[in-house]
């Protein structure tokens, strides 16, 4: 008797699962509502969540690496965050006025964060880079943006082109693809060159630890290159830490690695898991936002129905006062790097040409990375080129992977995952004998060798 194939058992474990993919594929593109939810043959559906885990329709448990999309720090409901939520639904959702605890969180933020002057909020960090665009654009009077292939900033027109492979392709619908410029990832000689032969850029963006949270590294030495280079040429530096904001420590990437922009843009774990997002920085620059100071003619308007948000401002306060301690960066790196090993050694044990790498709370999955001489505890993503990292993982492994995984109780992302703070050892070590069970099951289906 033939062994049922993952594609097949996974068909037959989320049965309940189709039929509600089934139903949004009449509602929503593709059935879903974020394109990385995106999944084949059709994705999972949550009931309730809880710390590291949640449970699907039918009631199977998994370990959860999706992480909110980088927002749970301390994994789902961390207590104080429901407290504050609960307490502040029953006082109201939306006053339509200035209230205290935009303050405070604002207070948090700019001691936290140590570029920080001034800040606005805004509902998301979509809205927080186009934000630090517009104001880079008043403020130096230039209208080009300089961002780095796989650098990924939200989805409006200046700074969605480039951010997927292949890098250089138009995105439909983008006006002016132009005015954006596209430079090779931690190339710095690039980047001069640029700033040395166009005096229209009006500003440099990028993820402080590189694209989509260190899928293409980035290290510190070129983040002060660039603000040495960027203040030279008179340009705006924005980081966009709307992942790695208190994430890669309280005071973010700038924080660890010791280097200031002039614009900080920020989301996710700033709002303690529901939506909000900011952007942070030098006075004279977050102030063209103030029609006190500036003339209409100069002013960035700026409204926004849900900024600051009384319920996202409660959860964000209890994140941030948790975060600020530092605690739970350490706990959730040091289950990163456990996990990171562990899986590792398990594509060695099966020979494969997979890596898994990343730093801080993140990992990072390749499947084919060239080599299968290279053992995968020593694969250096820092030495690889980038456009053989950010979606270069052989897509039918993936999919099959994913199932497998899935039917083994893992939902990370087909890229790999953030860890939190309440990830357990124990949570890894099932997370590792997952991989091990899938990959013996993709052999036994010939899918890899
Ligand atoms: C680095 C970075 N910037 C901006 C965004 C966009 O944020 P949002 O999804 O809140 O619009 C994201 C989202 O994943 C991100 O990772």
Redesign the pocket.
């Known amino acids: 008797m033939s062994h049922s194939t993952i594609l097949e058992r996974y068909h037959q474990m989320f049965s309940t699962d189709k039929e509600f993919s089934q139903r949004a594929n009449q509602f929503f593109p593709d059935g879903v509502t974020h394109d990385s939810r995106h999944t084949h043959p059709f994705p999972i559906y949550i009931d309730h969540a809880q710390g590291s885990k949640k449970w699907g329709v039918n009631g199977k448990e998994f370990i959860d690496y999706w992480s909110g ?2 927002a749970l720090l301390l994994g789902h409901n961390p207590p104080r965050i429901v407290e504050a939520v609960t307490n502040q639904m029953q006082r109201g959702t939306h006053y339509g006025a200035c209230h205290p605890l935009e303050l405070e969180w604002a207070d948090l933020i700019i001691n936290l964060i140590p570029s920080a002057e001034k800040i606005r909020f805004t509902s ?6 186009l934000m630090a665009v517009r104001l880079s654009r008043i403020f130096t009077g230039r209208n080009k943006v300089l961002k780095f292939a796989g ?5 409006h027109d200046a700074i969605i082109p480039g951010a997927n492979p292949p890098y250089d392709m138009l995105i439909p619908g983008v006006l002016s693809p132009e005015t954006t410029l596209i430079s090779p990832p931690n190339d710095i000689d690039v980047v001069e060159n640029y700033l040395m032969n166009d005096s229209d850029i009006a500003c440099v963006i990028l ?1 402080p630890t590189g694209a ?2 260190g899928e293409i590294p980035t290290n510190g030495e070129f983040l002060t290159q660039l603000r040495n280079l960027t203040r030279e040429y008179g340009v705006v530096l924005i980081f ?5 904001g208190f994430r890669v420590s309280p005071g973010g990437a700038q924080g660890y690695y010791d280097v200031d922009p002039d614009l900080t ?1 920020l ?2 774990i700033m709002a303690g898991g529901l ?1 909000g ?1 900011a952007v942070a920085g030098k006075t004279e620059i977050v102030d063209l936002i103030s029609i006190e100071k500036h003339p209409k003619s100069k002013k960035m308007p700026h409204p926004g129905t849900f900024n600051a948000n009384p319920l996202s401002a409660a959860a964000g306060i209890q994140m941030l006062k948790i975060a600020q301690t530092g605690q739970p960066q350490t706990e959730a790196n040091q289950v990163a790097k456990i996990l990171r090993h562990g899986i590792n050694q398990i594509f060695d044990q099966h020979g494969l040409d997979w890596a898994c790498y990343g730093e801080f709370s993140g990992f990072k999955i390749l499947l084919g990375h060239g080599d299968k001489t290279l053992p995968a505890v020593d694969f250096d993503a820092y030495q690889c080129h980038y456009r053989r990292l950010k979606g270069a993982s052989n897509p039918d492994l993936v999919k099959t992977l994913r199932c497998g995984l899935l039917l083994n109780g893992i939902d990370m992302t087909s890229g790999g995952g953030m860890t939190t703070a309440v990830h357990t050892e124990t949570d890894i070590q099932q997370t590792i004998s997952a991989f091990d069970q899938t990959i013996q099951e993709m052999k036994l289906e010939d899918l890899i060798n």
Request: aromatic share 12%; no cysteine; charged share 20%.
């Open positions: 999309h980088g998301s960090g979509t809205e927080a880079t650098h990924y900033h939200g989805w993820e989509s949270f966009d830490e709307v992942i790695t843009t989301a996710k939506p997002g």
